[in-house]
T-cell receptor, first 116, second 111 residues
Framework: DTGVSQDPRHKITKRGQNVTFRCDPISEHNRLYWYRQTLGQGPEFLTYFQNEAQLEKSRLLSDRFSAERPKGSFSTLEIQRTEQGDSAMYLC?????WGVGKNIQYFGAGTRLSVL | GQNIDQPTEMTATEGAIVQINCTYQ??????LFWYQQHAGEAPTFLSYNVLDGLEEKGRFSSFLSRSKGYSYLLLKELQMKDSASYLC????????????FGDGTTLTVKP
């Protein structure tokens, strides 16, 4: 068990560019979540997957954001036409499932995005 | 929606005990989590309460009162490495399993 890994750890981009982040969850974890965190705030939910199905998206997720989990393992989060307001830490978490004992979310170290 | 309140900052002395409170308002409550987050790092799971009462895990304990919408995290025998942000997160009884986080309490442990 190597934990949740995210790549890259840091991304600096110019406004208007597209960026893509990758998350590899803990193996055998069915659920995968994306959160966004800005300084001094808690993580805000963006979207989640049950296996390869994207089951919920936050209203925070504008149409410039898209996430995929094509084979039910790793996931990607893409932001198109980045804006300065997109600058944040993007966190990925995974959990074994739904029930008690299975619903603990384990987080990756995050991808810090800076939009210039 | 959900409303989660935690103090923004707390300071305590090495070796002491500190209690970090969290109050919440939500419908369909289905569990409360506490996470620790060091600056620039991922949140790490500390505890989970779904029933009323105290859950003890080493130096850390967490308490829940569902009728009062209240939880606390108790840290004993504080160590310098306990300086971090402590996040309270509430989960609703939906299939999503997503958690809504408070903004965290930054704890500073002083010698």
């Amino acid at each position: 068990d190597t934990g949740v890994s995210q790549d890259p750890r840091h991304k600096i981009t110019k406004r208007g560019q597209n960026v893509t982040f990758r998350c590899d969850p803990i193996s055998e974890h069915n659920r995968l979540y994306w959160y966004r965190q800005t300084l001094g705030q808690g993580p805000e939910f963006l979207t989640y997957f049950q296996n390869e199905a994207q089951l919920e998206k936050s209203r925070l997720l504008s149409d410039r954001f898209s996430a995929e989990r094509p084979k039910g393992s790793f996931s990607t989060l893409e932001i198109q036409r980045t804006e300065q307001g997109d600058s944040a830490m993007y966190l990925c978490a995974s959990s074994l499932g739904w029930g008690v004992g299975k619903n603990i979310q384990y987080f990756g170290a995050g991808t810090r995005l800076s939009v210039l | 929606g959900q409303n989660i309140d935690q103090p923004t900052e707390m300071t305590a002395t090495e070796g002491a005990i500190v209690q970090i409170n969290c109050t919440y308002q939500t419908s369909g409550f289905n569990g409360l989590f506490w996470y620790q987050q060091h600056a620039g790092e991922a949140p790490t799971f500390l505890s989970y309460n779904v029933l009323d009462g105290l859950e003890e895990k080493g130096r850390f304990s967490s308490f829940l009162s569902r009728s009062k919408g209240y939880s606390y995290l108790l840290l004993k025998e504080l160590q310098m490495k306990d300086s971090a942000s402590y996040l309270c997160a509430v989960r609703r009884n939906t299939n999503a399993g997503k958690s809504t986080f408070g903004d965290g309490t930054t704890l500073t442990v002083k010698p």
